[in-house]
Every structure is written in C-alpha cells, then in structure tokens.
C-alpha cells in the first residue's frame, strides 16, 4: 500500500503574475477569486489538490507589493505569512510581463529563504520563448532555484506535469483534509469573494480599492436552498452610485452573476441579496479586516 503524502506549497509572486490562476488549474476547480485587476486576492487561501496518494496544500497569497496604507500592509504580510513553514516555496512571475524591480525585489527577498524553492514562468503560451529563458536565467541569477517550470494556467500547458512533480515532493503523512474538500475557505468566506469578483470584473476601471464586501447572514432554507445577505461597502457616495448603476441595472447584474457562480459552486440554489453602504475610512475598521480575512498591522 502506498503511503499517504501531504505538503504546504506557498505560491508567492507580484500581483497579477496569475497565482490565483494557478491554484485554481491545479486544484482542478475554482477555489480563488481571479480577475485581470492586480491585487484581487486580498487575504491568503488553502487550495487543496490531489495527485495520486499526495495531497497538495497551496496557499494562494496577495500579490506582493510596495505597501503605500494600512490594507496594503496587511495584505503583503499575509503573503509573507503564508509562506511561513512550506514544503516548498513556489515564485510565480508573469512570462509575459517580464522581470521587472518589483519582480527582481521579491527574488531577493526569498533568495536566503530555507525553504527549497522553484520558479514557475507562467503565461508561456503568449510569451516570446527567447524573452522566458532570459526572464529563467535572470531569476536563477539571483535565487539558484532548485527547479524551474515554464507552465500556461490558462491553457494548462505544463501543469500535469508540474503538479506530478510537486506530489512526489511532498513528505509522507496523512493527509489534513477529506478527499472532496477543496479549500480552507468557508461557505460564508467565499460567498463575500465571490460577489467582490464580480465587483471588480464590472467595475475595475471605474472602482479601484474603494470597497469590501461582508456576508452579514447565510442561512440555509428549508427547500434546500440558501439565502445569503451582503453588504458592500464604499467610502464615498459617488462611488455608491457607480455601484448601483443607471436605475441600479448595475447592482442587478453583479447579483445575478455573482448568484449564479455560488449556485455552481454550491450545487444548490442561491438567493443573493445586495445592499450598498457607504462607509468612509472602512479600510481603517477593525471589524472589516476580521470579517475579510486579514490581521490587523499597525
């Protein structure tokens, strides 16, 4: 009988480099929030994959940036948390972006790390393939890492082959999870993400970090289904009206699609009630970061 094995694989990276992308592809099913706005993934989150007798635990980390306010900070140092006690430590980086400072200061900064650490150029299925093996040589110029990937989250290119190789990595033991969970997120957790995404989808260029989402009740009916209430959250009144749009359609269309994403992700179905609050200085709250996730930095 083959022995169980089980791990903690940190996916570390500057914002947008597809880490949330990634995660997902290898957990085999939606378990991280993803849109082309950088910064999307605010607090850290298991992902939970299985390759073989190995189960793969991958912590999906806020991208790590230069902190300019409070909700900056918490979010890099719940990135730099997560990779606290890895099996492996995992910097992806945007093939097709390139090896810029922000890039280059995160390579550093892990370079003396203890954990052993693998370099996954992601996105190669719209790089230049002369442009991957410089961005490779650079890296390794800096860390010395002990593997190197060239893998499309996107497309999949490279990722059985990549998770394969993570599972044989990981150290015997049981594992930490049932076999059907696939994230450490609850129920109510991912029901706030789920709508955030949808908040940045519509309105990314419109609302840039002006607002949160908190699950103030979930509750399942009777018939099955469940009723799930939310509170978005802005500073400023115009952004409230940015939020609910012409005759509020756009407030519609961000409940009807996140509702059908959590009835998917569910697998029963979802009512969704929205409501717009503004509330100036919510990123200096207390109670805002507990409910999203994040610690509280001074």
């Not at 049932?178 to 109510?188: F, I, L, N, W």
């Not at 115009?238 to 609910?244: N, P, S």
Request: hydrophobic residues 40%.
């Amino acid at each position: 009988m083959t022995e169980q094995r089980c791990g903690l694989v940190a996916v570390v990276g500057a914002p947008n480099a597809g880490k949330s992308t990634l995660v997902n592809a290898l957990v085999g099913q939606k378990v991280a929030i993803v849109s082309p706005k950088a910064q999307t993934t605010r607090a850290k989150l298991l992902g939970v994959a299985i390759e073989g007798e190995a189960q793969i635990l991958l912590v999906d980390t806020p991208g790590i940036f230069e902190p300019k306010r409070r909700l900056d900070r918490a979010m890099v140092a719940a990135a730099w948390e997560g990779a606290e006690g890895a099996d492996i430590l995992a910097l992806v980086v945007d093939g097709k972006g390139g090896v810029g400072p922000k890039v280059t200061a995160i390579a550093e900064s892990i370079a003396h790390r203890p954990e052993p650490k693998h370099l996954i150029l992601n996105k190669v299925d719209i790089s230049d393939k002369a442009r991957l093996l410089g961005h490779a040589e650079k890296l390794n110029a800096i860390v010395g890492f002990d593997e190197t990937w060239f893998v499309s989250a996107a497309s999949g290119d490279g990722l059985p082959e990549l998770k394969r190789h993570l599972a044989g990595l990981m150290p015997e033991g049981p594992w930490h999870y049932p076999e059907d969970q696939v994230s450490d997120a609850t129920e109510r957790a991912l029901a706030a993400e789920v709508t955030r995404e949808q908040i940045y989808l519509q309105l990314h260029a419109e609302l840039p970090y002006a607002s949160a989402v908190e699950t103030e009740a979930y509750k399942e009916r009777e018939d099955g289904s469940v009723e799930i209430h939310q509170q978005i959250l802005v500073e400023r009144p115009t952004q409230r009206a940015i939020v609910l749009g012409k005759n509020g359609q756009r407030i519609k269309e961000i409940g009807a699609r996140a509702r059908e994403e959590l009835s998917r992700i569910l697998g029963h179905k979802v009512h969704l009630y929205l409501h717009v609050k503004v509330r100036p200085g919510w990123d200096e709250d207390r109670d805002v970061y507990r409910d999203i996730g994040l610690d509280w930095v001074e």
